[in-house]
């Protein structure tokens, strides 16, 4: 069975502090991972993805199969960043998702 | 990007009747659609792939005959949440694929059921 994990909740972090988002996953098959990302009053929309190793609003995320980690990294925190980050596997071609449970991440300033 | 809107938003309804939310895609063609529930502070879990012309998929655990779903055209799937009852109140979310964008998947804003 697939699973995701978020283990922290909530992660607070000054204006300028580097951010990371941790994500581990369990999945037999070659996997697929996504960071989506769900700002305050606005839909869920895509951010990033693996197979894509792009730097999306200055985030990246490598995918780790050894550490079986997907963690999401920005090196200068912005204010606009705060919001709720999800990572998901995807199976069946990539589209049947499975989510973690979420990270919210607030930026102080 | 591509839109998906659903409708309604937020509905309430009495226990034991049946309510329907609609999933459009508005500026593309979406062959697959998919629902999701979602519980207060978790996550998102998919209950179904939604497929036009076709029967669709459930995940394990989820009835069918209790979540009803039609996907009739290339841009609307509807959910249906038959004799609903207290335990059934969550917040339902659809997403599409877009065909022109392999992998990407556009959600929907939501619809928040409460059963009374």
């Known amino acids: 069975a697939q699973r995701v994990t978020q283990p922290e909740k909530l992660l607070s972090v000054f204006k300028g502090a580097p951010v990371e988002l941790k994500c581990n996953y369990s999945?037999?098959?070659?996997?697929?991972l996504f960071w989506y990302v769900q700002y305050s009053r606005q839909r869920l929309q895509l951010l990033l993805r693996?197979?894509s190793r792009e730097s999306i609003k200055g985030f990246t995320a490598d995918l780790n199969k050894g550490e079986t980690s997907f963690h999401l990294k920005k090196p200068f925190a912005q204010e606009e960043d705060s919001a709720m980050y999800y990572c998901?596997?995807?199976?069946?071609?990539?589209?049947?998702?499975?989510f973690g449970t979420g990270t919210q991440l607030k930026v102080e300033l | 990007g591509a839109v998906v809107s659903q409708h309604p938003s937020w509905v309430i309804c009495k226990s034991g009747t049946s309510v329907k939310i609609e999933c459009r895609s508005l500026?593309?063609?979406?062959?697959?659609m998919f629902w999701y529930r979602q519980f207060p502070k978790q996550s998102l879990m998919l209950m179904a792939t939604s497929n036009e012309g076709s029967k669709a998929t459930y995940e394990q655990g989820v009835e069918k005959d209790k979540f009803l779903i039609n996907h009739a055209s290339l841009t609307l799937s509807t959910l249906t949440v038959t004799s609903a009852h207290p335990e059934d109140s969550s917040f339902y979310i659809c997403s599409a694929m877009s065909g022109a964008n392999t992998g990407e998947l556009f959600f929907g804003e939501g619809s928040r059921l409460t059963v009374l």
């Open positions: 693996h197979i």
């Open positions: 999945y037999s098959g070659s996997p697929e």
């Open positions: 998901a596997l995807g199976r069946g071609g990539g589209n049947k998702l499975t």
């Open positions: 500026d593309f063609q979406a062959t697959t």
